[in-house]
Each structure stands twice: as C-alpha cells, then as structure tokens.
C-alpha cells in the first residue's frame, strides 16, 4: 500500500529477558527479520527499524530482512526516544504508519492486512486492532499525529499522545493473540518459539473467533464436545505409531495443536450454505490456513488404504461420532439424515454414500487403534 510505511523499534536493553531480545532465533529467522518479513509480506514498501544497543548487528539483520535501520543515539533514555527516531525519519509525504515495537513478533500477516484494507475505507485518525477488547500492536497512525508525536516530551509515551485523537480512533477486532503478545521474559519467548507459524488457533482465538462469528451457545458446546473427542483419537493414534509402522501402516505424527483448534472451530460458518467451506474461508482470513484446510473437508472424507490417517479425519470423524454435545454411534448419526431428507431426490443415496464412507474411515481407525472409536469418543465424553 503506497503512503504506509512500518516502523519496528528495535533500541532496546532487553534487561528483563536476560538474552537480547531482536536478535533470538524465531521462525527461521530472528524475531526482527520476523516482524520485518511481516510487513514486506503484506506490501508495506518501507520498513524502518530503529537501533540502539548492539547496532551494527541490529542494521544488519534489518537490511537482510528487507528494511532499513536509523540509529537512536539517545536509546537508553527509553521507548519514547525511539519512537521519535523512526518518526523523524518518515518521509514527508507518508499518509499514515505502523508502530511494531520489535518484541511483539508475533502479529499474523492477515492481521496487518486486514488493518490496510479497514484504513483504506476509513481513514481513521488511528486504527488498533484489538483482541478480546484488548488493543494491540500494530495501530495505524494517521501522518496528522506527527506532529504532536515530534512536540511531546515523551512523558507516557506514545499512548498519551494518541489518546487526544481517540475521536478520530477506531479498533478492528481480530483472532490474533499476537497483537498484544510481548516477550517480557524468557519464558514468552520460549512460547513463542513453540507457537510462531502454526496455521491454527489457540484456545483463545477459537473464543474470539465464535464471539466474532457470534456462535450460538449450542454450536460452541458441539465444537467443544468435538474437540474433545478428536484429542482421545489424536492421543490414541499418536500413542500406538510404533505398533502401527511394525504392521506396516503408513503412518504420521499427528499435531495435537492443530487437531485441537481445528475441531474447536470447524463448524464456524454453520448456518450458511457449505458450512465447512464457509468456516474454512473464514479461518483463512484470520490466518489459519493449516485449520482451515481440516474445516473445510469435515463434511465427507474419502481415505485411500495406502494413505496415513491426518488430522482432517481425525476432526471428520469426531464430528461424525457426536450428535449436539453427546456421544452417538456412527450409523445414527447418518439414518438421522436420511429420515430427514429422504423425500428429496437423491438425498438418500448421497447419505448411504457418505455414510460408508465414513464407515470405512472408522473401520480404518478401530485397526490402527485396535480399539473402538466408538467406545473412545463414549469415554471422551462420559
């Protein structure tokens, strides 16, 4: 987006951390270049990153990534003289700019992007994203702020400035616990470390997504009641790899993450045509791609014999073996179907079709598990 440029503060003493916070390996990367490549993925043309500590290594890093360093001289003096560098060094005909502070890495790209296209129809004064009524990072601030940034004695910060413009302030809600994820301590950054690239929500962006959607309360306990079936298969099936190469089964290490935040979500989009494409659409727009593509084949699944089990049968047949929020042998669960719709042409045969298939599904598991699905997803919910 032309007129929008990022600037990532990166000065810092990192004194609570104990390790230097923009150069810890993250990603493939470091956390600089990751917040670096954020915005280069997204379009933003011109990045600027300010130094302070360690310098040289911190310009570097920055040029790899893609953007450009300016040094604060002044950087022991705190946040707010860092601010003052990367604005003085917009460019003078710059419409509006992202503020990144360089220990927030973990922002998704569908974030930034979402926050571009909300400005563009609104050119709000500032926009923040916020996650469950939280403002986070990265707002847009307007090029009319400068010069009341540039005129502040930093007392407060930049918050203080930007709460006289809160008239002309919007916030755009988002699935993104990232936005306020800062790593304070050692332990955030080894939570970052586990969780930076997942194509999957976390327990409370799958909240935030049903508030978002405005999931109804039953919907929500079936999603549970799902969830909770499908981590009793991942386990089960994670547990037996062993046993289940040594009967020459292809086999894969499933992600109890991924199993977890995809059945927690996959029948987001109930209540409009395909569903599980609509809840898989959704979940793509907020940055979890890896849940979307389990979503959206919840519906009907087909597994060759020569295939590993994934995680999107995983989450079909936990889906499949729960009726509401209650256990419910397989078979019911599509005779239920057919007494509903066997008046419309075709329905039957589609739902006997889709019915052994996933027959043959669960038949598939109950042998690599050398246990009932059915018995499992009972106990999951007893």
Do not use: W
């Not at 470390?193 to 919907?219: K, M, N, T, W």
């Not at 793509?284 to 519906?299: I, L």
């Amino acid at each position: 987006m032309k007129g929008l440029t990022a600037i990532i503060p990166a000065a810092g003493l990192s004194s609570r951390v104990g390790r230097f916070k923009p150069l810890l390996p993250l990603d493939g990367g470091t956390v600089l270049s990751r917040c670096v490549r954020l915005f280069r993925t997204c379009g933003v043309e011109r990045v600027v990153v300010v130094t302070g500590k360690r310098a040289d290594e911190v310009a570097a890093c920055a040029m790899e990534a893609g953007a450009e360093a300016v040094h604060n001289a002044a950087f022991e003096q705190g946040m707010y003289s860092s601010v003052l560098t990367g604005v003085r060094a917009l460019e003078p005909d710059v419409d509006a700019f992202f503020m990144l502070p360089a220990d927030i890495p973990l922002v998704r790209p569908e974030t930034v992007t979402r926050l571009m296209d909300a400005y563009s129809r609104t050119r709000s004064t500032v926009l923040y994203p916020r996650f469950a009524g939280k403002r986070g990072h990265p707002p847009i601030i307007a090029a009319e702020v400068v010069p009341d940034i540039l005129a502040h004695d930093g007392s407060g910060g930049l918050r203080t400035v930007l709460s006289r413009f809160e008239a002309g302030a919007r916030d755009l809600d988002v699935a993104d616990f990232g936005i306020s994820y800062d790593l304070d301590h050692l332990e955030d950054y080894e939570m970052a470390l586990a969780v930076a690239g997942i194509g999957y929500p976390l327990a409370d962006e799958c909240r935030e997504l049903f508030r978002l959607q405005g999931v109804s309360d039953h919907i929500r306990n079936h999603c549970r009641a799902v969830a909770a079936v499908a981590s009793a298969l991942c386990e089960r099936l994670n547990g037996r790899l062993d046993e289940r190469r040594a009967a020459g089964t292809r086999v894969v290490r499933l992600d109890p993450g991924l199993v977890l935040g995809a059945a927690l979500t996959h029948d987001i989009g109930k209540g409009t045509k395909r569903h599980e494409a609509a809840g898989a659409e959704l979940l793509r727009a907020h940055g979890f791609p890896a849940a979307a593509d389990v979503v959206g084949a919840h519906f009907d699944v087909a597994l060759a014999d020569d295939a590993p089990i994934t995680e999107k049968e995983v989450v079909f047949l936990a889906d499949k073996l729960v009726r509401c929020h209650g256990p419910v042998p397989l078979a019911d669960r599509y005779m239920e179907k057919v007494a509903m719709y066997r008046h419309e042409e075709g329905a039957e045969e589609a739902i006997l079709g889709r019915l052994g298939r996933a027959r043959a599904v669960m038949d598939r598991f109950d042998r690599e598990m050398a246990d009932s699905s059915e018995r499992i997803a009972g106990q999951a919910l007893s």
